[in-house]
């Protein structure tokens, strides 16, 4: 008879940390890649975890959990040097087999128990990563804070640890509802916890063959992993909720946090962001959104199009709003433009080149601004377009310095618009435009109906036409042309060729590039904001304001009072 697991008479009783070890028993390991389902995980997974690395130029990688081997083989096929340790013999047995079936691979295995890790494992990496929840088979926090050291010691100067692990804030304080979409993907196993309380959460493993399995682990609070490992050294934690930046606490099923070991001087720069505008910042410079807004958005323009037909594509599109609003506009090769979320640039080119006018490109995403950079280059624009990371809330530049002020669709990811309006009122000349397009809640919108779209893009609240006329007034701008050119049907038209470009991408091969949680987030997101203007609940079109004056006749000469 094969080995049983063995939890005494008193299972919820055994909180021990190195008995993890005994719950591995073969007949429990041989069905783990069913668990799993490496084919289904590796499509939810997407490349989430070799960008994150890549992007930070790691080249060796502990893989201090390896189980039977599904991420040792990802990172070995993706060319990283990978080392593979693991707690359990049964596993790593399991693992070696799997790296030579599923791409010839020789894993380089090693039997480790964290708290000794240096002792096990020899040698420096850029990365350590700790997947598959396992570090919530520690049970005490002397432990916790021995392994996580260990971890510390093993990076490099400017190493980086990839832990994950269940979100058990939501099944200690909601239940468990977990669909298993994005880890554990077996379709022949049932997975629910059997008890939980604040020191134990005891997961049963039924499968189809009526065999029951019981794994006892630590239920991990998200915020005290988070103070754990800044506690022994790490400098800076990001946390991602099923592979996105962006997530509400008990959305996600599980969390990923990457922790830096390097210290850096700039660290102070994060805490100038207000709540609203760093998890925007954090959005746009996830790899997901990066890949798909410059995949499928539009390219060089990342705003709502004005379409001639519907079926018409983005780029075009998104390029004639571009057309529309600087057709309003005087410019000359002496307008100084501040483009406010800038994005990729494709506005600020068409500016400097259809006008020759200097442009200050303001963004809050540096990985934006690094493709912004590069197509300007491309194009020979770099003298002319100055890009500059930060946030239209506190804009880096003196009073009355520009002559018009540019924006698309940016506003909305505000937590203070008044602020954002009153910087602008402050930058621009006197006789200067404002020029801007947003996304908004429509004038008299009833009470909660626009909530989905809130909690997509994790806000409070949105513009209104009336709102932005009104502070615009105060602050003693005046409407050109009547001020708001409204487009509402375009705002749905966009986000319905959006919808059906994901489609089309998906069919050939977008899964592979971004996540499918990514994708199924985004998906779900542009119905809601379809729905939201076909109910005429949300709007959008051009504002065109003049600071001073009366909002007739041509713009001031720039640089003229």
Known sequence: MPPAQEFGDN?????????????????????????IDWEKRAESEGNFFIDLLRKRGVKSVLDVATGTGFHSVRLLSAGFETVSADGSAEMLAMAFENGTKQGGHILRVVQADWRWLNRDVHGEYDA????????????????????????????????ILVLDQRNYDAILDDGYTSKHTYYYCGDDVTVEPEYVDEGLCRMRYSFADDSVYHLNMFPLRKEYARRLMSDVGFQRIETYGDFQHTYRGGEPDFLVHVAEKEYRM????????????????SYYNSSDADTFYATVW???????????????????????????????????????????????????????ETYGCRVLALNLSEVENRRHKELNAARALTGMIEVVDGSFEDIPYPDSSVDVVWSQDAFLHSGN?????????????????LIFTDPMAADGCPTGVLQPIL????LDDMGSPAFYTRELTRLGFTAVDGGFEEHRGQLVTHYARVLEETGRQETEGLARKVSHGYLAQMKKGLGHWIDGG??????WGVFHFKLGGNGRGAAAPPGSA
């Not at 598959?132 to 190493?159: Q, V």
């Not at 618009?417 to 435009?433: H, S």
């Open 11 to 35: 299972p919820v009783g055994v909180r021990e940390t190195g008995h993890y070890t005994e719950e591995y028993v073969p007949s429990f390991v041989e069905k783990w890649d069913s668990l």
């Open 128 to 159: 350590i990563v700790c997947l598959g929840n396992s570090f919530t088979h520690l049970f005490s926090e002397r432990d916790r804070r021995k392994a996580l050291a260990e971890f510390y010691a093993m990076l490099k100067h400017d190493g």
């Open 266 to 281: 700039d660290d102070e720069k994060e805490g100038r962001y207000s709540g609203a505008v760093s998890t925007a910042r």
């Open 298 to 352: 539009g390219g060089e323009d990342i705003h709502i199009g004005l379409y001639e037909s519907p079926g018409e594509s983005i780029t075009d599109a998104s390029a004639r709003t571009v057309r529309r609003m600087a057709s309003k506009l005087e410019l000359t090769p002496e307008s100084v433009v501040l483009d406010l979320g800038s994005g990729y640039g494709g506005s600020a080119r068409y500016l400097a």
């Open 417 to 433: 618009r008044v602020q954002v309006l009153a910087e602008i009122a402050r930058v621009l000349r006197p006789g200067g435009r």
């Open 455 to 458: 909690d997509r893009i994790h």
């Open 534 to 539: 076909r109910k005429e609940h949300i709007t």
